[in-house]
Structure formats: structure tokens, C-alpha cells
């Protein structure tokens, strides 16, 4: 799909009500670390866990969707108090279907952040599709909007920046920190 304008951008972004998010190579930067004890560590941005909570403030609903399952996950899902948390499903497009009817909500109302292989059939079926600028070609190809940060590395507070300033949400949200209310 050919990346859209901003006008097109604020047309699909009114539609949206959720924010499905990939998290190895979106919210992390993709690689996965061990402990001695072989348990697996990930390092989350605190900017995109602040990009959630004003995803959250703007009335998006917030959710996962991860090839994998880990502890450092779930905690940091529980953190964020978010909406869905769909683990360990490496075939993203029944998972999204059964996330779609489980949640009464159409693909155009959800905007979905990924980077791999795996993510495509959700990217593609999006209503607004976006990727980390280190997603690999043939998503980067696929999605709406290519994002300037890396996955863990701020993507998920660019999408949030870009998918809120386009609904005319930005403002608002981030008014407490700049003196207004």
C-alpha cells in the first residue's frame, strides 16, 4: 500500500478507536536477552510507555498483540493497565479476527504498529498501519506511515504523537505538562 497523505492520515485516524501494538521490534528494539537463570529480559522506552497512557487519556483503547509470551511482558502489560493482551500467537491474522469479534470493533477502527513477517496480515487489513523505521523492507513497503524511530527506541511515541495530532487530540493531552488544563 502506498503511504497516505496528512489529509487521508486525519480521515482514518478519526475512525480509530484502538491502538494494537506488535512488541518485539515496536515497543522493544527485537532482541531477546537472557538472564543466568534463562529468564528473558526485555528494556521497554519510558517514552512509549507515556505515549500509552496519552493514547489512553485521548479515549483510544490500548492493546498487544505478540508473537511471544514472557514475564517481563506481562508485567509491563499490568503496568500500562492496557485493554487487550494477546501473547504468544505467532498467527497474527486469527488472532486479529478473534481480537476484531471478541471486542465488537471493525479493522478500520484499529491502528496497528509492526515489523516483521508476522505482522502483515494485520498491517495490511489496518486502518491505519504503521511501522518502526528499522522494520524490515517488506513491511516498511506495506504499512500507511513509516515511523523516523527504530522499534524500542521511541516508535510508539511517534505513532502516538502522529496518530493524536492528526484526531486533534495532541493538544489537549499533553495541556497539563505545559501549564494548561
Known amino acids: 500500500m502506498p503511504p ?3 489529509a487521508d492520515l486525519a480521515r482514518r485516524a478519526a475512525a480509530v478507536s484502538w ?11 527485537g532482541r531477546l536477552l537472557y538472564s543466568a537463570r534463562g529468564e528473558e529480559l526485555k528494556a521497554f522506552h519510558v ?9 489512553q487519556r485521548a479515549g483510544l483503547k490500548v492493546g498487544l498483540l505478540s508473537g511471544r509470551a514472557s514475564g517481563a511482558l506481562e508485567r509491563r502489560a499490568r503496568e500500562l493497565e492496557l485493554d487487550a493482551v494477546i501473547l504468544g500467537r505467532s ?3 486469527p488472532a486479529f479476527d478473534r481480537f476484531l469479534t471478541e471486542h465488537g470493533v471493525t ?3 484499529v491502528a496497528y504498529a509492526g515489523d516483521d ?15 518502526p523505521a528499522d522494520a524490515v ?11 523516523a524511530a527504530a522499534g524500542g527506541a521511541g516508535a510508539v511515541r511517534e505513532l502516538v504523537e ?8 495532541w493538544a489537549k493531552v499533553i495541556a497539563p505538562w505545559l501549564g494548561g488544563a
Open 107 to 109: 479493522a478500520e477502527a
Open 117 to 131: 513477517l508476522l505482522d502483515l496480515p494485520v498491517l495490511t487489513r489496518a486502518g491505519l498501519a504503521f511501522a
Open 47 to 55: 517514552r512509549d510507555g507515556l505515549a500509552v497512557r496519552l493514547a
Open 137 to 147: 523492507p517488506e513491511v516498511r513497503s506495506r504499512v500507511h506511515r513509516v515511523l
Open 19 to 29: 491502538l494494537l501494538l506488535d512488541v518485539d521490534g515496536v515497543l522493544t528494539d
Open 91 to 93: 498467527e497474527k491474522g
Open 4 to 6: 497516505i497523505d496528512d
Open 162 to 169: 502522529t496518530l493524536l495530532t492528526a484526531r486533534g487530540d
